[in-house]
T-cell receptor, first 120, second 112 residues
């Protein structure tokens, strides 16, 4: 089946502009994560959705960042008034649920290929 | 505050060698720990997930162990191959949260 997809794969914008990054999770996955990864670093948690609601947005760096998931499937990460420091790879991941049954964990995250954002 | 450290930062080994990658975390209150692989410029692929109640998980040539009380996990790769070359990341999910805290990774190169 199809994996997690992210669009665009690359985005170049100018400082101060608004950008939207899209994530299409695996069908049926109720949980969705956004991460940001800078070069040479591990992914940094931004926000977690369970269904349509943001269950944990403690990783959003400031109020310029916002994410939505209105129908519990596709999610959009929105960045207002972009700054050069926002340049990074933005990764999305989805997972089926939570818990563990019959030797199988539902916690495994499936990552998309990422959107590389460059703010000039 | 939970912090995750991975040592070494980079590792180069000849093909066929068995190797161990290390991950340490500062707070033992974790729900689970995952090991991922990341190829250059790509997203992450989950390799193994260990629940807090488990001691180890195995998949093929990979074995991951977890010692929660000492805040350590190791990823053992048997009979390494050039195709194993990638960055390996560990991540912990603290108890009572849904977020994952990642280490900075170990960049592995297996020489043919």
């Amino acid at each position: 089946g199809a994996g997690v997809s992210q669009t665009p794969s690359n985005k170049v914008t100018e400082k101060g502009k608004y950008v939207e990054l899209r994530c299409d999770p695996i069908s049926g996955h109720t949980a969705l994560y956004w991460y940001r990864q800078s070069l040479g670093q591990g992914p940094e948690f931004l926000i977690y959705f369970q269904g349509t609601g943001a269950a944990d947005d403690s990783g959003l760096p400031n109020d310029r960042f916002f994410a939505v998931r209105p129908e519990g499937s596709v999610s959009t990460l929105k960045i207002q008034r972009t700054e050069r420091g926002d340049s990074a790879m933005y990764l999305c991941a989805s997972r089926q649920s939570t818990g563990y049954s019959g030797g199988r964990s539902f916690e495994t995250q499936y990552f998309g290929p990422g959107t590389r954002l460059l703010v000039l | 505050k939970q912090e995750v450290t991975q040592i070494p930062a980079a590792l180069s080994v000849p093909e066929g060698e068995n190797l161990v990658l290390n991950c340490s975390f500062t707070d033992s209150a974790i729900y689970n720990l995952q090991w991922f692989r990341q190829d250059p410029g790509k997203g992450l692929t989950s390799l193994l997930l260990i629940q807090s109640s488990q001691r180890e998980q195995t998949s093929g040539r990979l074995n991951a162990s977890l010692d929660k009380s000492s805040g350590r996990s190791t990823l053992y790769i048997a009979a390494s191959q050039p195709g194993d070359s990638a960055t390996y990341l560990c991540a912990v999910r603290p108890t009572g949260t849904y977020k994952y805290i990642f280490g900075t990774g170990t960049r592995l190169k297996v020489l043919a």
